[in-house]
């Protein structure tokens, strides 16, 4: 048994976690972190980026057939699923190796095991090291949700395991109806997998808006998908070639692959919080303040362990904000509204503000402005996919409250548009700008007439 003193300890080496480290020891404060997996945490390892690299594999496919109508002779193609995923870990272990290189030159002790709180300001480490700290903060991220009480939940994988598959299926059913389902739905359907999206309630991405859910179920759909809403899965059994899967209603469904992407939880299993007095909420979240303390004093949390905006970049500024104000004594607060965000299906959506239902709940009187066309690029390629465009605005104030997209390009534009937005942007400062044509962004500054209903 050892004792060591840190002015900061952090359990978790994901995105948050690691750029609290970083800040911190920027500050001068003597700083160790554990992580008992790899360092990169969700986002790295098994979530947004090699997410990411399949979404670029799986849109080939268009490019391929979209070349012919521009002149292009396209010879046969092929895939190869296992030369994807060994690219994919090969970048993966880069950039692992990249965050833990950055911690060290930062001066951060870095500690390969899992750690629990152990009473106030104590960290135990699986290793049997105990740790001292003054200050403790908690990044640990969340884990996927699973079915834990059908017969045969055994033969799930969850999105842990989709980056390790040896082999793509044939076919695949998708469960879930939020970012991580509709993304790898769209992901293996555009890599000639059948795919089915299987979701218990009526539409999918709750919480966003009304048009850009019905559209996107749309463009899903045309792309082959079978869309299967509000069925409820209760048993999964193998059969010859595959497995079966038993429906709520005696419907059944075959398939090789069964997905559950149904959500995700806070990772807190097991973490000791109530040595140290470390209160949570119904969801197993840890609870904290506007500056990501929590109900014990010197402990605070970062990231998709609070359960507040579940989204890489606000872990990154939490963890940065924390160490403003614990170590560089300039206290932070994270705004956690205007948070633009994107699912990365094909077509891609994304979206910053409020949406229309939400800004009427609010009491907003609203002017609408939407658009909907097919972008220049399809006109020779012969696709018919639409794009869709909405600006959400204050009718008393002429405030532009949410912007919306589906379409090429949608997570691009929409990360400027965030910039305008924060920043209190008039619809008349839209009308004001200048169009960059052609383009599908200067939609945005060219929509003039308010969307009467009809």
């Given at each position: 048994?050892?004792?060591?003193?840190?002015?900061?300890?952090?359990?978790?080496?994901?995105?948050?976690?690691?750029?609290?480290?970083?800040?911190?020891?920027?500050?001068?404060?003597?700083?160790?972190?554990?992580?008992?997996?790899?360092?990169?945490?969700?986002?790295?390892?098994?979530?947004?980026?090699?997410?990411?690299?399949?979404?670029?594999?799986?849109?080939?496919?268009?490019?391929?057939?979209?070349?012919?109508?521009?002149?292009?002779?396209?010879?046969?193609?092929?895939?190869?699923?296992?030369?994807?995923?060994?690219?994919?870990?090969?970048?993966?272990?880069?950039?692992?190796?990249?965050?833990?290189?950055?911690?060290?030159?930062?001066?951060?002790?870095?500690?390969?095991?899992?750690?629990?709180?152990?009473?106030?300001?104590?960290?135990?480490?699986?290793?049997?090291?105990?740790?001292?700290?003054?200050?403790?903060?908690?990044?640990?991220?969340?884990?996927?949700?699973?079915?834990?009480?059908?017969?045969?939940?055994?033969?799930?994988?969850?999105?842990?395991?989709?980056?390790?598959?040896?082999?793509?299926?044939?076919?695949?059913?998708?469960?879930?109806?939020?970012?991580?389902?509709?993304?790898?739905?769209?992901?293996?359907?555009?890599?000639?997998?059948?795919?089915?999206?299987?979701?218990?309630?009526?539409?999918?991405?709750?919480?966003?808006?009304?048009?850009?859910?019905?559209?996107?179920?749309?463009?899903?759909?045309?792309?082959?998908?079978?869309?299967?809403?509000?069925?409820?899965?209760?048993?999964?059994?193998?059969?010859?070639?595959?497995?079966?899967?038993?429906?709520?209603?005696?419907?059944?469904?075959?398939?090789?692959?069964?997905?559950?992407?149904?959500?995700?939880?806070?990772?807190?299993?097991?973490?000791?919080?109530?040595?140290?007095?470390?209160?949570?909420?119904?969801?197993?979240?840890?609870?904290?303040?506007?500056?990501?303390?929590?109900?014990?004093?010197?402990?605070?949390?970062?990231?998709d362990v609070t359960d507040r905006v579940n989204l890489t970049p606000v872990a990154i500024r939490e963890g940065h904000a924390f160490a403003d104000t614990v170590f560089g004594k300039r206290p932070v607060k994270v705004d956690h509204s205007l948070v633009p965000t994107a699912v990365f299906t094909?077509?891609?959506?994304?979206?910053?503000?409020?949406?229309?239902?939400?800004?009427?709940?609010?009491?907003?009187?609203?002017?609408?402005?939407?658009?909907?066309?097919?972008?220049?690029?399809?006109?020779?390629?012969?696709?018919?996919?639409?794009?869709?465009?909405?600006?959400?605005?204050?009718?008393?104030?002429?405030?532009?409250?949410?912007?919306?997209?589906?379409?090429?390009?949608?997570?691009?534009?929409?990360?400027?548009?965030?910039?305008?937005?924060?920043?209190?942007?008039?619809?008349?400062?839209?009308?004001?700008?200048?169009?960059?044509?052609?383009?599908?962004?200067?939609?945005?500054?060219?929509?003039?007439?308010?969307?009467?209903?009809?």
């Amino acid at each position: 048994m050892t004792a060591t003193d840190y002015d900061l300890f952090v359990i978790g080496g994901g995105s948050g976690g690691v750029r609290a480290a970083r800040i911190a020891a920027g500050y001068g404060a003597k700083v160790g972190i554990a992580e008992c997996d790899r360092f990169g945490g969700t986002c790295v390892i098994r979530g947004c980026v090699p997410k990411k690299l399949l979404v670029y594999a799986s849109r080939f496919g268009d490019e391929f057939e979209d070349a012919r109508g521009f002149g292009w002779s396209v010879g046969e193609t092929g895939f190869d699923w296992a030369t994807l995923i060994a690219n994919k870990d090969r970048e993966i272990a880069r950039l692992e190796r990249i965050y833990e290189s950055n911690l060290k030159a930062k001066g951060v002790t870095t500690f390969a095991v899992r750690a629990r709180l152990d009473g106030p300001g104590v960290v135990a480490l699986s290793d049997a090291t105990r740790i001292k700290a003054r200050t403790i903060l908690i990044a640990t991220g969340g884990h996927p949700s699973r079915y834990g009480d059908i017969p045969g939940a055994a033969h799930i994988v969850t999105s842990n395991e989709i980056f390790e598959l040896k082999a793509l299926p044939k076919r695949i059913v998708v469960c879930g109806g939020g970012y991580i389902a509709v993304e790898f739905a769209s992901i293996f359907a555009g890599l000639g997998v059948e795919t089915t999206l299987m979701h218990r309630g009526a539409k999918i991405l709750r919480g966003f808006d009304e048009e850009l859910r019905d559209g996107l179920m749309e463009a899903l759909a045309a792309r082959g998908i079978a869309l299967r809403m509000e069925a409820v899965l209760e048993g999964v059994a193998e059969c010859p070639g595959g497995f079966n899967l038993a429906l709520r209603g005696g419907e059944a469904i075959e398939t090789d692959l069964v997905l559950s992407a149904i959500g995700r939880e806070p990772a807190t299993h097991d973490l000791g919080l109530e040595t140290a007095g470390v209160r949570t909420g119904p969801r197993g979240q840890i609870i904290v303040d506007g500056y990501s303390e929590t109900s014990a004093p010197g402990v605070y949390a970062v990231g998709d362990v609070t359960d507040r905006v579940n989204l890489t970049p606000v872990a990154i500024r939490e963890g940065h904000a924390f160490a403003d104000t614990v170590f560089g004594k300039r206290p932070v607060k994270v705004d956690h509204s205007l948070v633009p965000t994107a699912v990365f299906t094909t077509p891609e959506l994304a979206t910053v503000g409020l949406s229309e239902e939400a800004a009427r709940a609010q009491g907003f009187e609203l002017d609408l402005y939407k658009a909907r066309f097919r972008p220049l690029r399809n006109t020779l390629s012969g696709r018919d996919e639409r794009m869709f465009m909405k600006l959400v605005v204050d009718a008393a104030t002429d405030r532009v409250l949410g912007c919306h997209v589906i379409g090429p390009d949608a997570a691009e534009m929409v990360q400027m548009a965030a910039i305008a937005l924060h920043l209190g942007a008039r619809k008349a400062d839209f009308d004001a700008t200048v169009a960059l044509h052609p383009s599908a962004a200067e939609e945005f500054v060219t929509m003039r007439e308010k969307w009467v209903a009809p």
